[in-house]
């Protein structure tokens, strides 16, 4: 019973930040285009989080007649689901779920959601969405073969496929340090896999308006946006853990979050979108062959590690 109370808290808590992960964005990229950002509601626009979701739930939800409603209409439900589910891999001082193949598990979950956008944008039965739907798919999948590859090479070095024992490891010395092309790799990779700037190719305004969610309105359009910033506060949260020596025993730990989450704000209003080949020529030609050859070096550090030892 503990342990589901302690869950439903977790998400509790990851929704309130998502809320309040919403309104520094605005703030964030209002002060890069020197402009003030929300401001009216509330002390410093502090309830505008609040004011948003109240409008969003409240507008009427318009459905495409011709559209695959029930697939249509639970997407976003589920796309919100695993994204919070996603959150039970975390570890805690009072270990919620430790359970010892926390990393597999995030590898599992963060695939499934492809189903999702790839189901949303075909059940909208609108072209646009459609092909935003296809493109964000083959984004999703190419960035995930070379983002399991570079997490291949850190649980070669933990040894251990559970998210903790990163943190027992970086205790003196922290992984930004040892495999430093490899954390920025996995930033970039991260920004691909969450669909944010300069990748967020679902929503090349000129031709795909909104890319796969353009058919959604109301609750399920503010559901896609929740599990949109549910898996970046958590993708900053691995991060942490990875290779920013993530003891989540301190309150360092929270400041790290929120200076990977704040990067993934700076990115979106400070580079313009990248060409779509050229995205696909990044993973394929440039991340898979590198992460491979560090894949490989780790390897043998290790093993030559072992064999000094024994």
Request: glycine fraction near 6%.
């Amino acid at each position: 019973m503990l342990l589901f109370i302690s869950m439903f808290v977790l998400l509790i808590c990851v929704l309130i930040s998502v809320a309040f992960l919403t309104l520094l964005e605005r703030k964030v990229l209002g002060y890069i285009q020197i402009r003030k950002g929300p401001n009216k509601v509330g002390f410093l626009g502090i309830l505008q989080p609040f004011g948003d979701a109240i409008k969003l739930f409240t507008k009427e939800q318009v459905y495409p007649f011709m559209s695959n409603f029930n697939i249509y209409y639970l997407c976003p439900i589920i796309n919100l689901f695993l994204a919070l589910f996603l959150w039970m891999a975390m570890p805690f001082i009072g270990m919620l779920f430790s359970f010892n193949y926390s990393i597999l598990f995030f590898l599992v979950i963060s695939s499934l959601s492809v189903y999702t956008i790839m189901l949303a944008g075909w059940s909208s039965n609108s072209n646009y969405s459609l092909i935003g739907g296809l493109r964000s798919v083959a984004q999703t999948i190419s960035y995930e073969v070379s983002l399991a590859l570079i997490l291949m090479s850190f649980l070669f070095l933990i040894m251990d496929f559970n998210i903790s024992s990163l943190m027992k490891y970086q205790k003196y010395s922290w992984f930004l340090f040892l495999c430093l092309p490899l954390c920025l790799m996995w930033f970039v990779s991260s920004l691909a896999e969450t669909n944010r700037t300069p990748f967020d190719f679902a929503e090349g305004e000129s031709e795909l308006v909104s890319g796969f969610n353009v058919e959604y309105s109301s609750g399920g359009f503010a559901l896609i946006f929740l599990a949109e910033y549910a898996s970046i506060l958590f993708m900053s949260m691995l991060c942490s853990m990875m290779f920013l020596g993530g003891n989540f025993n301190s309150w360092l730990f929270f400041l790290k979050l929120l200076f990977m989450s704040f990067l993934w704000l700076w990115v979106r209003g400070t580079l313009p979108r990248y060409r779509y080949d050229k995205l696909m020529y990044l993973t394929w030609k440039s991340y898979l062959p590198v992460s491979l050859n560090f894949l490989m070096f780790y390897i043998g550090l290790i093993l030559f590690n072992l064999s000094n030892i024994f």
